[in-house]
């Protein structure tokens, strides 16, 4: 029997089960066979990444009509304002800095199709982490460059960049920053 | 981004450090923003930071369902096939 989503061979595991064209379908037509026609569904998707793929994958038209998607907040990452993620990408460009960035930020299209990656393919130096506290340990290491971090967040990671400022000022790490 | 999960601390490392363990993974994270932590303790913890102590039996409550969550992902997804027009 062919599986409907996951494979057992491992480099394709999470390519081709999504893209079975039948099951899409055929799970299509189960939910419009499920619903009860008399309702209204009203389901909100939270994060942005959810959005951009349903609307890349046209998911809206596969649905009944009374079901309608609400399209929620995403978090800070995919709604960032993308003059924001540009001024930071001018900034990785400048050979004296050093570009800190949670790894989540680093695919985000900006304008003209850049992302931080590509600038750090074309030889930017962007640097992931996981936690902020690792630019501390980032700006001692090289204390000749500019290290800055992109704080991007909400309330979960607003109170590790504040954190952050505080001990920079505390160690006298004179090269950190935070846009 | 949006990923917080219970771990437990294992040990106080000193200068608000400590070290933490979910899933048999031990990690360094900065208790500097939570005030009392002990060995024992569950905190959340988000990009390196505890944010939040958690009552025990919560963190095992949501713990366990991580363990189910992930037992369920292990499953072939062909529960709906039987029913596919």
Sequence with gaps: ?179 | MCLAIPVRVVALLGDQWAETEVGGIRNRVSTALIDQVAPGDYVIVHAGYAIARLDVQEAEKSLALFDEIARHLERPTDALRSRLP
């Design chain 1, 1 to 179: 029997m062919r599986s409907l989503g996951i494979s057992k061979d491992p480099p394709m595991r999470y390519v081709r089960g999504f893209r079975d064209g039948p099951a899409a379908a055929g799970l299509s037509a189960l939910i419009a066979a499920e619903i009860d026609p008399r309702r209204e569904y009203h389901l909100m998707e939270f994060c942005g990444g959810h959005t951009h793929a349903i609307f890349r994958y046209g998911v809206e038209d596969l649905l009944p009509d009374n079901i309608r998607l609400v399209h929620g907040p995403g978090c800070p990452v995919c709604v960032l304002a993308v003059p924001r993620l540009d001024a930071a990408i001018e900034l990785a460009r400048r050979p004296e800095v050093i570009l800190v960035s949670y790894g989540d930020m680093l695919r985000v299209p900006a304008s003209r199709r850049r992302s931080l990656l590509k600038a750090r393919a074309l030889g930017a130096d962007v640097r992931m982490v996981y936690s902020a506290f690792e630019s501390l340990e980032i700006a001692a290491a090289n204390p000749a460059r500019q290290v800055v971090f992109f704080a991007i967040g909400f309330e979960t990671t607003t109170p590790a960049t504040a954190h952050i400022i505080r001990e920079a000022q505390r160690l006298d790490l004179a090269n950190l920053s935070v846009y």
